[in-house]
């Protein structure tokens, strides 16, 4: 009987503490719903303030980069309405592998004319600087992902 009262108690406070994980999970995901709220033009304007703070922009910088900034969060926003769309869909159009090929082409070319117009903006000590905070971002991104992961092969 107490072999039976201990393993009652040891499963109701496992319970306790998945539910508390639950919790955690959909207040960050209310945290990024209310993020992704923001327009094109604040997010923009919000990442140039974080760039002049990070970077120590001047006034030409900060202005030349706030309308690479805008530019790249109207492609962002067009982009999560498009998918948006497709995801609402009775049946989600599935890419071939050559319009898949042709979208990640895309998005490096992008990627290789933004660094390019960065590189122009920026002097050397601040274009290092952006370069490791990216690659910052980019760690934080992939840890995030395989934290996800195992989340999911927890909850099966």
Same mark, same amino acid.
């Given at each position: 009987?107490?072999?039976?009262?201990?393993?009652?108690?040891?499963?109701?406070?496992?319970?306790?503490?998945?539910?508390?994980?639950?919790?955690?999970?959909?207040?960050? &995901?209310?945290? &990024? &719903?209310?993020?992704?709220?923001?327009?094109?033009?604040?997010?923009?304007?919000?990442?140039?303030?974080?760039?002049?703070?990070?970077?120590?922009?001047?006034?030409?910088?900060?202005?030349?980069?706030?309308?690479?900034?805008?530019?790249?969060?109207?492609?962002?926003?067009?982009?999560?309405?498009?998918?948006?769309?497709?995801?609402?869909?009775?049946?989600?159009?599935?890419?071939?592998?050559?319009?898949?090929?042709?979208?990640?082409?895309?998005?490096?070319?992008?990627?290789?004319?933004?660094?390019?117009?960065?590189?122009?903006?920026?002097?050397?000590?601040?274009?290092?600087?952006?370069?490791?905070?990216?690659?910052?971002?980019?760690?934080?991104?992939?840890?995030?992902?395989?934290?996800?992961?195992?989340?999911? &092969?927890?909850?099966?």
């Amino acid at each position: 009987m107490k072999k039976i009262l201990i393993i009652a108690i040891a499963l109701i406070g496992l319970q306790g503490i998945a539910q508390e994980k639950g919790k955690e999970g959909k207040r960050q &995901h209310n945290k &990024h &719903h209310q993020k992704m709220d923001l327009t094109a033009e604040q997010m923009a304007t919000l990442k140039t303030k974080k760039m002049t703070l990070a970077l120590d922009l001047t006034a030409s910088q900060q202005s030349q980069i706030q309308a690479l900034n805008l530019e790249k969060s109207t492609k962002r926003k067009a982009m999560m309405a498009e998918r948006k769309a497709n995801k609402n869909n009775e049946k989600p159009k599935k890419l071939t592998s050559e319009e898949r090929y042709d979208k990640l082409l895309a998005r490096l070319d992008s990627q290789i004319a933004e660094k390019a117009k960065m590189q122009k903006i920026l002097n050397k000590d601040q274009f290092e600087k952006f370069e490791k905070m990216k690659k910052n971002i980019k760690k934080q991104g992939k840890r995030q992902m395989q934290n996800k992961r195992k989340g999911e &092969h927890r909850n099966r």
